[in-house]
T-cell receptor, first 112, second 115 residues
């Protein structure tokens, strides 16, 4: 079945540690790729998106993601996390039908 | 300011009592959709609409209805809510076509509890 997979369900880090959250999708053809963040009790916010061009995408708050087409992956990275990065992170894929399909999310906890 | 507005933001209701969650966007977007968010399941699409009077089922449409009589509004209707519809609901909108780099805008979410 076509899907978006986030293999890390819960990640716990200390401040200043590096972060990489995995995202793999199983759709063929052209897709748009997104990472959203949801801080506790808040709505979704767009971190970054990839439509075309440079596969290394930089987003807000020091986040970046790399699209590797051959691996169907769009992993999220941040070199040094902060306590304020504690949130849930969702990878999403949009196909030509406009439908946005989300992964199950990764909960990140950062301890001072 | 570009906005997707949902109401109510928080609601506790009883099983079987019909309710409507409204969604309104001020960006003249063609595409609107509803998602529910549940722990461990991420966001799943309930219904979507490509334009006025055009709606279609998403992945989890059972127990829900929608309508799109005007471009700006896309209400989600629970005719007979049940406890398994307790969830956090998000409305989203974007302009079309999707491959021109259009941003998807999300509402702030509606927490619904059915007892």
């Amino acid at each position: 079945a076509q899907s978006v997979s986030q293999h890390n369900h819960h990640v716990i880090l200390s401040e200043a540690a590096s972060l990489e959250l995995g995202c793999n999708y199983s759709y063929g053809g052209t897709v748009n790729l997104f990472w959203y963040v949801q801080y506790p009790g808040q709505h979704l916010q767009l971190l970054l998106k990839y439509f075309s061009g440079d596969p290394l995408v930089k987003g807000i708050k020091g986040f970046e993601a790399e699209f590797i087409k051959s691996k169907f992956s769009f992993n999220l990275r941040k070199p040094s996390v902060q306590w304020s990065d504690t949130a849930e992170y969702f990878c999403a894929v949009r196909k030509a039908t406009d439908k946005l399909i989300f992964g199950t999310g990764t909960r990140l906890q950062v301890f001072p | 300011e570009a906005q997707v507005t949902q109401n109510p933001r928080y609601l506790i209701t009883v099983t079987g009592k019909k309710l409507t969650v409204t969604c309104s966007q001020n960006m003249n977007h063609e595409y609107m959709s509803w998602y529910r968010q549940d722990p461990g399941l991420g966001l799943r699409q309930i219904y979507y609409s490509m334009n006025v009077e055009v709606t279609d089922k998403g992945d989890v449409p059972e127990g829900y209805k929608v309508s799109r009589k005007e471009k700006r509004n896309f209400p989600l209707i629970l005719e007979s809510p049940s406890p398994n519809q307790t969830s956090l609901y998000f409305c989203a909108s974007s302009s079309r076509p999707s491959y021109s780099g259009n941003t998807i805008y999300f509402g702030e979410g509606s927490w619904l509890t059915v007892v």
